[in-house]
C-alpha cells in the first residue's frame, strides 16, 4: 500500500490540496491517490487491487489522511486472498492508529520508521 502523487494545476479540482511528492521530495498543490496492491511473489509480479482518491483535508475535516488511508484499506480487505497475511507500507504509515487498524484487519504490518 502506497500513495501517489499526481501534479495538477487547476484550481477547482476535486480533491486539490497539499500533498507530499515523493519525486520532487517535497509537499506540492495536486492530487494523491492511495493504492493497494497485492504481489505474487512467485511469479515476482505485482497488481494493484484498488486505488482511491485522497480527499482533501477541506472536504473531511474530521478525518486526517491515516483515517482515509486505514478506510481504504479496510474497504479492500474483503477482497484480499485469504492468504494474504503481510502489508508492506511505507515508512509514513508506522503510526499507531494505522497499525492498529490493520493488526485489526488480521494483517502483520511490514515498515521501516525513520528514528
Known sequence: ????????????TFGLDAFWNGC????????EVSVVGVVDVEMGQGYALSVEQ????????ELSRMDQYSYHLDC????LPP???YL?????????SFVSGAVALKLHVISVSAM
Request: hydrophobic fraction near 35%; include cysteine.
Open 54 to 61: 485522497t480527499y482533501a483535508q477541506s472536504s473531511l475535516p
Open 76 to 79: 479492500v480487505r474483503p477482497d
Open 83 to 85: 492468504e494474504v497475511k
Open 1 to 12: 500500500m502506497d500513495c501517489s502523487f499526481i501534479g495538477k494545476s487547476g484550481k477547482a
Open 88 to 96: 508492506a507500507v511505507d515508512g509514513a504509515y508506522a503510526k499507531a
Open 24 to 31: 520532487a521530495s517535497r509537499v506540492e498543490t495536486g492530487l
